[in-house]
């Protein structure tokens, strides 16, 4: 287990690696100016110009600008605005001239806004989406399987920001069934913090759900077919336990690939939910450093996104050997 864990250890670093190697080139090796962007066409005089072009390191050469940005991921870097010195404590992700401040701290003030869309939006699709699913499958052919998986297909069908703005409007606004969208910390007042989730988790995990319900029966069908099932009932094991205990846990490895890879996107920036609904999440800053040109934000909204996406493939790797032993051996 430890080798198997090991080898996935090396892989997720060396992918962290090559995507940072990637985003450098994307932004500052490129043939554009980044102190331009950075600088915009309003208000930029030649003296704020030449300073961002010297903290950025634009004036040496592009190793050593990477070397510094590298260097300032684990040691922090200096970074000198209108006069003023500030430090940006590691892991330092670069500086914002457009905000006057460390990429790290806006992302920060950020990421538990989106975490919190996130984990209410997991909670609900796996209880709901497994269960619909596992349910479906046991009763296969059925009324209510048809029933349950038509009406899964029919909401999938529709694009989510439609239905999200539906949502928003008809039972926010127009008839105010549902609370409005609104971000409260928690450690403020928790229920307002739960309150103002509450629409954006419901919308957001009911929508999911669906295909979550469509990938659990049809691995559970799949499962409920193996031979081990049938020993199993043989032996006299209860139905309960035969579909719960024994196919459930193999039928989850599909879902454990769908989940992982799903929770990663939506924390790298629920956009639309976070846009419609009003929260100040990662998609909100996204969507207003790519309207300001923002580069340096831009540049650590991607590394903060792959390190997640690739944090989550490494934990999905560990799932997969917990639930099936098999594949620590392949």
Not at 218 to 238: F, H, N, P, Q
Request: hydrophobic share 45%; proline share 5%.
């Amino acid at each position: 287990m430890l080798y198997f864990v090991a080898r996935r250890l090396v892989s997720a670093l060396s992918v962290v690696l090559a995507t940072l190697i990637a985003t450098f080139a994307l932004f500052f090796i490129a043939p554009t100016d980044p102190a331009a962007a950075i600088c915009g066409e309003r208000n930029c005089t030649q003296q704020r110009y030449e300073e961002i072009t010297k903290n950025l390191n634009l004036d040496r050469p592009k190793v050593e600008q990477f070397a510094d940005y590298t260097i300032g991921i684990f040691a922090g870097r200096d970074f000198t605005t209108s006069g003023v010195t500030q430090h940006c404590a590691a892991p330092c992700l670069g500086f914002s001239f457009k905000n006057d401040r460390p990429v790290t701290e806006l992302i920060g003030s950020r990421f538990p806004v989106t975490l919190s869309l996130v984990l209410g939006y997991a909670v609900l699709v796996l209880t709901i989406g497994v269960f619909v699913g596992s349910m479906a499958a046991k009763r296969r052919g059925s009324l209510g399987d048809r029933a349950l998986m038509t009406s899964t297909l029919v909401v999938s069908s529709v694009p989510y920001y439609i239905v999200a703005l539906m949502v928003a409007l008809y039972l926010t606004i127009v008839y105010p069934i549902l609370p409005r969208g609104e971000w409260t910390p928690p450690s403020e007042n928790f229920g307002k913090f739960i309150a103002g989730l509450l629409t954006p988790w419901l919308v957001l995990g009911i929508y999911n759900c669906t295909s979550y319900a469509r990938y659990s029966r049809g691995s559970m069908v799949e499962t409920l077919s193996e031979d081990y099932i049938r020993t199993a009932r043989a032996k006299g094991l209860s139905d309960r336990v035969v579909t719960y205990k024994h196919a459930l846990r193999s039928g989850l490895i599909p879902v454990v690939t769908i989940f992982g890879l799903d929770i990663a996107g939506s924390l790298g920036g629920a956009i639309f939910t976070e846009r419609i609904f009003d929260l100040p999440g990662l998609g909100q800053l996204v969507l207003d450093s790519l309207n300001n040109y923002d580069l340096p934000v831009i540049m650590g909204t991607v590394l903060v996104a792959s390190v997640i996406i690739v944090a989550m493939n490494f934990l999905v790797d560990i799932g997969y050997s917990l639930i099936d032993p098999r594949v620590r051996l392949s």
